[in-house]
């Protein structure tokens, strides 16, 4: 019987774990792709009756939300989408530059063959956007794309900072890339590319030094629209 508990027990946690990375994954691309804008009010009881869950776990999804920089509680007023400024980004991209070299130096292990196929699907997936303006897929790709890299990464604290500053820094190039979906399109696919080369290769330490070098090229598409 009491194996029969604990059994129970930890399948309503898996649930409950699953449950709450959908909902925190749900709304951190709605803040990303600018579906909730800057400065709009996030009603627990609205989401709750969304997702058909408690507020409990909205709460739980909101305090990662908070954590990642995304959003902010407000006495008397609620949580709201954080707000982001043009040099806030342009230190955060910098100091993301900087931890992607952190990653490479500290790889732990090489990517797997299984990694390669992930990457390999990702250049397919993303070349049937290039003429189709698809944000949901390239945005699911792009996340695809940051899994796969976080995996040599076997440190917790760093794989919280990497995670933070790439969702962080993902709105300011959100509102970019409907605006230069081709040349977006062309870097991405060439990043993957390379990525793929030095994973073949062997050399983790490279394929972070070609995820800086596209950085500053995204960086540098969005300095052209300012």
Request: glycine content about 4%; overall charge neutral; charged content about 25%.
């Amino acid at each position: 019987m009491a194996r029969q508990v604990k059994a129970r027990v930890r399948a309503a946690d898996t649930q409950a774990q699953k449950r709450l990375h959908l909902i925190h994954g749900t709304l951190r691309n709605r803040i990303i792709m600018l579906t909730y804008p800057p400065g709009m009010l996030l009603k627990e009881t609205e989401m709750a009756a969304e997702f058909g869950v408690s507020r409990t776990p909205i709460r739980q999804a909101l305090q990662k939300l908070q954590f990642e920089g995304l959003v902010e509680t407000i006495n008397a007023v609620g949580t709201i989408v954080t707000n982001y400024q043009s040099e806030e980004m342009n230190g955060l991209v910098a100091l993301r530059v900087r931890i992607d070299e952190i990653v490479g130096d500290l790889a732990l292990r090489d990517y797997s063959s299984a990694d390669i196929a992930d990457m390999e699907s990702l250049v397919q997936r993303t070349k049937a956007l290039e003429f189709d303006h698809d944000l949901d897929e390239y945005l699911k790709i792009i996340n695809a794309h940051h899994e796969i890299l976080r995996r040599i990464i076997d440190t917790d604290a760093l794989r919280d900072i990497y995670d933070n500053l790439h969702f962080r820094t993902a709105r300011q190039w959100w509102v970019a890339v409907p605006k230069l979906w081709q040349p977006w399109m062309s870097l991405t696919i060439s990043e993957l590319c390379e990525m793929i080369r030095s994973m073949k290769s062997k050399d983790a330490k490279g394929v972070m030094a070609v995820r800086r070098n596209y950085v500053r090229h995204f960086a540098a598409l969005i300095e052209g629209l300012v």
